[in-house]
């Protein structure tokens, strides 16, 4: 059974940075794309970011060149540092691999 644990959130001013992480068990993790999806309140989850097993990575526009995964396959975790967050940036973000299990997600708040 796969379990995906993410931590990292938190509240921080506009312009700052958090770095997300999200720790799995489960022995499959290395053969699949993991990925970071977001949910703020009355809007739908909404992709954030993948990377494929072998490092290939896929952002939506909106956070390209502010938000960076990574995973180490060998500590089974994936990361999203995220810099010049915004105020629309702020979220429930969830952890996926594969789209087939989920994480019980982070809350980030971005807020003077």
């Known amino acids: 059974q796969v379990q995906l644990v993410e931590s990292g959130g938190g509240l921080v001013q506009p312009g700052g940075s958090l770095r997300l992480s999200c720790a799995a068990s489960g022995s499959i993790f290395s053969i699949y794309t993991m990925g970071w999806y977001r949910q703020a309140p009355g809007k739908q989850r909404e992709l954030v970011a993948t990377i494929t097993r072998t490092g290939y990575t896929n952002y939506v526009d909106s956070v390209k060149g502010r938000f960076t995964i990574s995973r180490d396959n060998a500590k089974m975790t994936v990361y999203l540092p995220m810099n010049s967050l915004k105020p629309k940036d702020a979220a429930v973000y969830y952890c996926?691999?594969?789209?087939?299990?989920w994480g019980q997600g982070t809350q980030v708040t971005v807020s003077s």
């Open positions: 996926t691999l594969a789209q087939n299990y």
